[in-house]
């Protein structure tokens, strides 16, 4: 079943911003080959919320890696298309990959402490994010709206203090006083600040799609709802489409509009939310 167009997202929102086509996935090892992702499909429009559900084990974390092209190890994509608005992007290059990641497509890892480099401050991390897309010292209308009412002035050309620019966007990843907490370390984070320094990263450089990998599943049940609930807030203020992972069904129905199923590698239900939790499907 092919998720229905989001309204009030614009012209664009009739043709998908993802649509992965039959995608096979599979991981070379000394014994053989594992068939991580099975001939599956899976739409996202602009502006829309998916969940991919599913056991550990069936292939969630394969099936968004092959779309940001971050497959581990020896896994290659061995058929099917990723088309990105309307590109196939399943065997691009690194390079293309590269300039796609973070500018059109954001990550939200699953595991904060990994994804973050112990030895930089947290601000020159955001700070990387911007400059690997060009976007460093440039204020959007929601970045110039939070400096004035932060008492700063952003330029007539757009332009932000790029120090500014990293407290206002760690701010609205939820971390008051962004400028003091720019200049820590990640160790000097709780577990849920971490997760939102990374909200921050994988915003910086407004995605059009926001990849979370079971971004709370470390956190205890009340921080977690929070920060789903700003990354929730974050993504529908900012019309980014969001790709959620998570192996909780209700936490799927409760953050996504619409649900995608995977056991053993396939795609083996998918329809909206309310639908496919009612369904009672059980893996
Ligand atoms: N780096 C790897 N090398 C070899 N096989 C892998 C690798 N990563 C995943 N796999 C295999 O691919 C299949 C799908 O794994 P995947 O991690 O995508 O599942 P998942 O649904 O995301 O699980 P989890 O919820 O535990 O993260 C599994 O059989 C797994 O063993």
Known sequence: MTPRPVPGHGADSDAPLLDVRELEVAFRSSTG???????????????????????SGSGKSTLAHAVIGLLPGTGRVTGGQI????????????????????????????DPMSNLNPVWSIGFQVKEALRANGLAGVADDRLAAL????????????RIDVNEQVALLLQDAGLPDGARRARQYPHEFSGGMRQRALIAIGLAARPRLLIADEPTSALDVTVQRRILDHLGRLTR??????????????LAAERAE?????????VVESGPSLEVLQGGFRW
């Open 237 to 250: 203020e900012l019309g980014t489409a969001t790709l959620f992972i998570t192996h909780d069904l209700g």
């Open 83 to 110: 088309l990105f608005e309307g590109e196939d992007i399943a065997h691009a290059s690194a390079s293309r990959l590269r300039r796609l990641r973070g500018s059109e497509i954001g990550l939200v890892p699953q």
């Open 147 to 158: 400096a004035a009412e932060d008492g700063t002035q952003t330029s007539e050309t757009g």
């Open 33 to 55: 080959t594992v068939q991580a992702v099975r001939q599956a499909n899976l739409t996202v429009y602009p502006g829309q919320s998916v969940a991919i559900v599913g056991e």
């Open 258 to 266: 619409h649900i995608v199923v995977m056991h053993r590698g396939r």
